[in-house]
């Protein structure tokens, strides 16, 4: 993989999305992360919302975002693994028009180099609706900067070479 030099840097706008129970805008850590490693990117960060673990306030919020014409990508955090009160997955899959089954695919296989068999807890996903990409990522920042470190951000940057999402985008809504 390589950057083409000739391009220019296109800034994109994005939604953080934190599902949990428990944390809020102060002791949200990965979410802040997130926050952080996109606006060192050169991207937008134009919202970033906390929702409790509960498929149908997730859907809601992923579904609002996903009309919005503002917004380029949606990237949650938290509820992709398997407790009961874990629904994230549940709650994206039925909006997604495509699957990127490598996302995840792609993503357990780095986190093993870290998290070993652990890994395999993990149900990160990701897809396109409505013209806008979704990534869901486990909760932990760890597992969040793995993701952005290692598939979002070259895939977020049109100058990836040989190809990225970026250049995509305008092509998404076709029918």
């Not at 949200?28 to 990117?41: F, N, P, Q, R």
């Not at 709650?91 to 990127?100: E, N, Q, R, T």
């Not at 890994?119 to 990160?124: D, H, N």
Request: with cysteine.
């Amino acid at each position: 993989m390589s950057m083409d030099s000739e391009k220019h840097f296109i800034p994109l706008n994005i939604a953080i999305l934190v599902v949990s129970d428990t944390r809020t805008e102060q002791d949200d850590v990965s979410g802040k992360a997130l926050v952080e490693l996109a606006t060192l990117a050169g991207h937008s960060v134009i919202e970033r919302k906390i929702v409790p673990d509960n498929i149908y306030q997730i859907r809601a919020a992923v579904s609002n975002w996903v009309v919005d014409d503002d917004v380029n990508i949606i990237i949650s955090t938290g509820g992709t693994g398997v407790t009961g009160r874990d629904g994230t997955p549940e709650a994206v899959l039925p909006l997604l028009d495509k699957v990127l089954d490598g996302f995840g695919e792609t993503f357990r296989m780095l986190s093993y180099q870290d998290i070993k068999t652990s890994t395999i807890q993990s149900r990160a996903i990701a897809g396109v609706a409505n013209g806008t990409y979704i990534f869901c990522l486990p909760g932990s920042s760890g597992a969040c900067r793995t993701a952005w470190d290692s598939l979002i951000k070259d895939q977020l940057d049109h100058r990836t070479r040989p190809c990225n999402l970026v250049q995509l985008m305008p092509r998404l809504k076709e029918r």
